[in-house]
């Protein structure tokens, strides 16, 4: 997580989120348990490019990413046929909420989610609770 470095720290600063966080050993540790690891930056963040105009949805526009994350596993060879399970942290444990409310047949075959500190504001709670009850 880049928090601590510009610009992601001005513009996390109000969060007091403006600290590096390496998640390398958790991946370190599944890669070492025999899983295939598929780390990336969700749209506008880290060292991703740009969507949406640089618009942050904390999870309504990125769960495209998550989509997009599960179909590029599904078109490999190599992984195609694998069982899939997610580690969804932070902002992208809302967007992948929002992905399995938006899209739930992509999650057809996911066999498990761990959802490591998803933060929700209020904001989109009542628009989360609403779209899952479509």
Known sequence: MLTHLEPWRSQWAASGNA????????????????????????????????????????????ARDIVGSLNYVRSRPDTRDVAIGLFSRCMGGCSTFAAMAQFPGAFDSVRCLVAAQPVTPRSQESASIEALSL
């Open 19 to 62: 600290f590096e966080i390496d998640f390398t050993p958790d991946y370190q540790l599944l890669r070492e348990a025999g899983f295939n690891v598929l780390a990336y930056d969700l749209r506008n963040h880290g060292l991703s490019g740009e969507g949406n105009g640089g618009i942050t949805s904390n999870g309504i526009y990125e």
